[in-house]
């Protein structure tokens, strides 16, 4: 069965193809980072319509360069969670394909396209595993059995991990998204100068909480001239503080599950400190750490169409009703064989 995958949840506009013979067949992917740039954050109004211009020209080119539209035998899109305009761009190009095509069509979890990312690589992890996901909008933990049966074991109980990247990059005068160039600001800063707490990392448990994090940088650079190295050295304390705190908790999970496999996924996991600390802990547990290649672990479209592959060549169908559900928690999906879902 061959996948032609579409996601437009955020400020990603992204296309994919996913055979399930040959594997991923192409993928592209257009960032809207520049356009919301200048205002700190995604706009959603702009959002929406930045996908509407650029979501078919995608579309053809990634059709062209994998065997043209005949070869399609069913379509995925992300319905949520997400920014309901944006998402409503995927979900009625997707639909109204399908209709014409006569094709099935499946509205699909775009966090579950992150936590099944890692299928996507070459030695792929099997059931059962734990995950760590990463995002802009979502920290969680989860016991994975297989696809759509996810045992949420912990999350955050306010912002998520990458929120937080973005919010400190702010704070420290660089521009959205802020997780990688707040990585990159780290790579010049001076261990020890700074030392932020471990938030939640003192009590039981698998939540998180990095609200206070931001607030403890606020704090810790009030009054100080905010100098290059300054910044560089308040960049790497922040950094090493939400790194060390997702591999403690990590470890606590894998603790409490016995899991042997730990994937990370989401926009987070592509940050270096973390896969290379998450790397090692794995190392001294005798478990295995695996990731999606850095731009699968961002937005894409090749974790859409997958995901689809998994839910469509398993017997699941969607309706043609154009949906959008931006609010969609994890703990309500249902293995494929459960029917539909859109
Ligand atoms: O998964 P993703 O692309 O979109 C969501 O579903 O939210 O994640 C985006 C988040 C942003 O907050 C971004 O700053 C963060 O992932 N991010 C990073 C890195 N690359 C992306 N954070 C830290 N280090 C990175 N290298
Ligand atoms: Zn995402």
Known sequence: MR?????????????????????????????????????????????????????LPLLKKVLESSGGPGAIDGIACTTGPGLAGALLVGSSVARSL???????????????????????????????????LVSGGHTLLAFVRGVGQYEVLGSSLDDAAGEAFDKTAKLLGLGYPGGPQLAALAERGRPGVFNFPRPMTERP???????????????????RALDD???????????????????????????????????????????RRLRARMLAMGERHGVRVAYPRAEFCTDNAAMIALLGHLRLA?????????SARARWSMSELVPPSAGLQS
């Open 314 to 322: 398993a017997g699941q169908r969607g309706d043609l009703a154009i």
């Open 98 to 132: 399908a209709y014409a095509w006569d094709v099935p069509c499946i509205g699909v979890h775009h966090m579950e396209g992150h936590l099944l990312a890692p299928l996507l690589e070459p030695d792929p992890p099997e059931f059962p595993f734990l995950a760590l």
């Open 205 to 223: 448990g698998l939540d998180f909480s990095f609200s206070g994090l931001k607030t403890a940088v606020v704090v810790a650079l009030r009054g």
């Open 229 to 271: 190295q300054t910044r560089a050295d308040a960049a790497l304390a922040f950094e090493e503080a939400v790194v060390d705190t997702l591999v403690m908790k990590s470890r606590r999970a894998i603790e409490a599950t016995d899991a042997r496999t730990l994937v990370v996924a989401g926009g987070v996991g592509a940050n």
């Open 3 to 55: 996948v032609l995958g579409l996601e437009t949840s955020c400020d990603e506009t992204a296309v994919a193809v996913y055979d399930g013979a040959a594997g991923l067949l192409a993928h592209e992917l257009h960032s809207q980072a520049d356009l919301h740039s200048i205002y700190g954050g995604v706009v959603p109004e702009l959002a929406s319509r930045d996908h509407l211009r650029k979501l």
